[in-house]
């Protein structure tokens, strides 16, 4: 898959609506089952967003740091 501007912002787009359709699956959720199987996939599709959304911040280059770790890592604005 081409990584390109669009494609990627494409794809944060598709992340944010499963994120969004998620959250409305889960309302309903028991309590123990909203710790054990709920919240943890809620926090892997963050997470996976996190990774578009540094990705799209490399490309365009407003980060200062050029890892790729996706879990929380933000970069610095280049001003």
Do not use: C, T, W
């Amino acid at each position: 898959m081409k990584k390109s501007k669009e494609n990627i912002e494409h794809r944060i787009q598709l992340k944010k609506d499963e994120i969004r359709r998620y959250e409305l699956a889960i309302a309903n959720y028991p309590p123990d089952r909203m710790e054990r199987h709920g919240k943890p996939f809620l926090q892997k599709l963050n997470n996976e967003l996190k990774i578009l959304q540094n990705e799209l911040d490399d490309r365009e280059g407003r980060r200062e740091i050029k890892s790729k770790l996706g879990y929380s890592r933000i970069g610095l604005n280049n001003v």
